[in-house]
Structures are given as C-alpha cells and as structure tokens.
C-alpha cells in the first residue's frame, strides 16, 4: 500500500496523512476507512503493548471480566471488554508514537484546526460471545457539544463477517438524533433515513477507519473463534 515502505513498516509521515478525497469522503459519509496504516512490525509492537498491559490476555483466557471502569457492558457474562487504555499511551513508546504522530496530524487535517488527544479507549470482543451494540452516536455519551470530535478505530486484527465488526451508516453526522436508555446503554429511538445503507468497512490488521462524533453506527456479536481487538482514540480542537 501507499502508507507502507519496502519492508511492510509503516513510515514516519512527513507529508499529511490523508488525501484531499479521504477528508472529503469523511465529511460526506461521516467515516473514512484507510488502509495499510501500520506495516508488519509495527502492528505486532502495537499488539504485544496492549495484551500485556492492558490485562485483556489473562482476562480473556481466565472468562473473567479483570477490566477497568465501570458499565454493563464491563460484565464477561455479556462478554465485551470495554477497556479504557489511557495508561496504555502513557507506557508504550509504540501507541505513544502512533497517538501523539500519524493518528493526530490526522486527525488535524479532519477538523481543520491542531488536534488534541482526548481519549483511547480499547475494544475487544472475546471468542464466540462478544457482545451486541445497538445503533447510537458517542455524541450521547460525552462532549463536545459541537461535535468537534473525530474518532480512529485502529484495528489489530482482521475483519469478517463473523467477528462483531462495526456498522456505520453514511450520511448520519449530520445532527445528533433521539436516544433511548435501556439496560445502561442508550440507542436510537427510531430508524433514521440512513438505516437501509449501513455499511462494515472490510478492514484488515493495520487499517484505521475514522468515523465523526456524531456518525451512527453500532455493532453485532462475534460469532467466531477468535477474540477482535481494536482501539478506539478520540481527538478534540
């Protein structure tokens, strides 16, 4: 891919991260998918920083819901960790340089203004039970009230149809829309005019697909056999 060097790593960009189309696409859908972020090596740093420090091997592997924070979705009986990994930036060189380097002169050039990080969040959902989201927009959950937030989904493992992946739908960023509150989550009240095009970006280990504060989206089970890891980090103006 463009993003890569010879050896499959993912260089230092000095030049921005994004395309003019890539900007225009996410101001028009609302999410942009990017492939071949990360190469080989820098993916497998990226892995073994998260499973070690963020305690999801032993969790995993034990059914035991050894997370950190608090909500249902923290439950292992649903079966989704749901893990904030701030720590994580702070004790990794390699997600330091990926949040504080690529991800936020990225993240620049989406909102049009310096970008600051504001959170990373990591998702993962374990083999066979991984819990079901239901369609919402983050912007119910948390500021800015603007909506002057981008969101960067990086993924660490590959996505299929069996695996839980997340479903956005094009064009609904546009305003926030009405929510219900059920068992510790809010979802929409009704189906929007954007419910028939839900789209999965088919991304791979090493793509990133941003999505708007405000895009809808959601996300089902995961039905395979292995466990999907992603992070999830949040920039503000």
């Known amino acids: 891919g463009r993003r890569l060097g010879a050896a499959g790593v993912a260089m230092s960009l000095l030049t921005p991260p994004l395309l003019v189309d890539e900007v225009q696409t996410f101001w028009r859908d ?15 740093a990226l892995r073994h920083d998260l499973d070690d420090l963020s305690g999801w091997r032993a ?7 050894d997370v950190i924070g608090s909500g249902p979705w923290l439950n292992a009986e649903v079966g989704h960790y749901f893990t904030p990994v701030e720590r994580l930036r702070d004790r990794s060189v390699a997600w330091r340089s990926v949040c504080d380097g690529v991800l936020q002169q990225a993240a620049g050039q989406l909102l049009g203004a ?25 912007g119910v959950y948390y500021s800015p009230d603007d909506g002057r937030c981008v969101l960067a989904n990086v993924y660490l ?3 299929r149809v069996d695996n839980g992946s997340i479903l956005f739908a094009p ?9 219900d509150k059920a068992h510790g989550k809010k979802s929409l009240t009704r189906p929007g005019p954007w419910t028939p095009s839900l789209v999965t970006p088919q991304a791979q280990a090493g793509d990133v697909v941003w999505f708007h504060l405000w895009t809808v989206h959601g ?8 466990l999907r890891r992603t992070v999830r980090v949040g920039y503000v103006t």
């Open 30 to 44: 609302g999410f942009v998918h990017l492939p071949h972020v990360f190469g080989s090596e820098q993916l497998l």
């Open 114 to 138: 310096p970008a600051v990080f504001e959170h990373a969040t990591g998702i993962v959902k374990p083999p066979a039970k991984g819990q079901t989201f239901p369609l919402h927009q983050d």
């Open 219 to 226: 996300s089902p089970p995961n039905r395979s056999a292995r």
């Open 171 to 179: 064009g609904s960023h546009t305003q926030l829309w009405p929510h």
């Open 59 to 65: 969790a995993v592997t034990a059914g035991e819901g």
């Open 157 to 159: 493992d590959d996505v």
